[in-house]
C-alpha cells in the first residue's frame, strides 16, 4: 500500500503539469485595433469583464498548453484547444506556422502565423496567446491592421 502512494505521488509530482485559472475581459475597441492591443497587454481598466473564465494547462515535458475557455457562471466547458508547435505547412499558395515557447507555467508565447504566398497578397496574419507573469493575453495582428467594418479585433486578457 504503501508503494502504490509513493508511486502515485511521484508521477502527480513529476508529470509537470501547471494550470492557472483566470477571468477573462474583453478589450476591444470599434476602429482602434493598436489601443486594443496595448489594452489587452496591459489589461487595463478599458478591458470588459465577459462570462468567460480560462484555464491553461503547461505540461513543459511535451511543451505544450491545454487552453479550456468556461461559462464563467455555469462552469460549462464552451472551448479547448491544445497550443504546440508546428512547422512551417504550404499548401495550395497558402502557409501556416505556429511556435510554442514555454519559460515556466506563468511565462509561454504562443503565436500562430498564416498567410498567403506570392506577391500582391496581403502581410501575414498573427495570432498571439501568452502568459506573461501570469495574465494571460490573446491578441490578433490582420494583415492590414483594422478588421471589416462594423467588427472590433479580439483581444482578450485574463487575470
Not at 511543451?63 to 464552451?78: A, F, M, P, T, W
Request: proline share 4%; glycine share 6%; aromatic share 10%.
Amino acid at each position: 500500500m504503501k508503494i502504490k502512494l509513493l508511486t502515485i505521488c511521484l508521477l502527480l509530482f513529476t508529470s509537470q503539469v501547471f494550470a492557472k485559472e483566470l477571468q477573462i475581459y474583453d478589450c476591444a475597441i470599434l476602429g482602434d485595433t493598436k489601443k486594443s492591443k496595448r489594452n489587452a497587454e496591459e489589461c487595463n481598466s478599458n478591458c470588459k469583464k465577459i462570462k468567460l473564465k480560462v484555464i491553461s494547462k503547461v505540461n513543459e515535458n511535451t511543451n505544450k498548453v491545454l487552453i479550456e475557455y468556461l461559462d464563467s457562471e455555469d462552469g460549462r466547458l464552451v472551448s479547448q484547444t491544445i497550443l504546440q508547435s508546428e512547422p512551417l505547412e504550404e499548401t495550395y499558395g497558402h502557409y501556416t506556422e505556429d511556435t510554442l515557447e514555454i519559460f515556466d507555467s506563468n511565462n509561454w508565447v504562443y503565436a500562430s502565423k498564416s498567410g498567403w504566398v506570392g506577391k500582391g497578397y496581403p502581410n501575414e496574419s498573427i495570432r498571439k496567446i501568452y502568459m506573461r507573469n501570469g495574465k494571460y493575453h490573446n491578441t490578433y495582428k490582420l494583415p492590414d491592421e483594422e478588421p471589416e467594418p462594423g467588427l472590433a479585433p479580439r483581444n482578450y486578457c485574463g487575470k
